[in-house]
């Protein structure tokens, strides 16, 4: 599934910096739009560790009017979220008609996580998969446009990553204990990724599989394929048919 997202594409600095003016203007624009139109949008950002997602969400919010979307990393459920309901926590956090949120800590990352250390089966999983599916299906029908981005890098670039970050004292915190057991486990992410994409990857609520390991092309494409997706979203809205104003009919007083 991820083969075609290891091909080495990249973007030179020239080709980034000609591209950004006019792809920056054309998304501001689309959220103008979005407002109007009284749409939501929700834009999940995941994919392996060192893969970026941060930096990411990080180029959206500074390339777009941060009053119109909110961001959200969500680690463990506190002690209170864990008495609700499992998607509690998600659905006080979405965003109003006219807003974009962008979650890159989702309701795919403790299933995931979970069955790559075996914590629940193949089963479970794939019921939590469909319980997935049903609420990314109840979102767009009320008027939310789910875009879902998957950003991928090979093993070997996730250790070549890790240890560059290792290295320098400025970022070697960056790099976790936790981060060298996932790269561990990458083979077991894999096949765990795929099996939640594909079963996912839905016309209402589809994933995008970026390849992230050159940066710019990694903003650039999921800048780009955003725009894409909202301006589809957009055209689909039918324009408002204005009122007529009803006239007034005139009394004519008998003398």
Known sequence: MFEAAEIGQKLSKEEYEQRVPVLREALLEAQDRLAEANLAVVVVIAGAEGAGKGETVNTLLEWMDTRGISAHALGAPSEGERARPRFYRFWRRLPPRGKIGIFFGSWYTNPIVDRIFGRIG??????????????????SRESTLVLKYWLHISKKQQKKRFEKLAADPDTAWRVTPNDWEFHRTYDAFVRTASAAIRRTSKAHAPWEIVEAWDKRFRNVRVAEHLLAAMEKRLAAVPEPVPQRRRSRRLRIRRR
């Open 122 to 139: 193949e089963g479970r999983f794939e019921r939590e998969m469909n319980t997935i599916a049903d609420f990314e299906r109840m979102l």
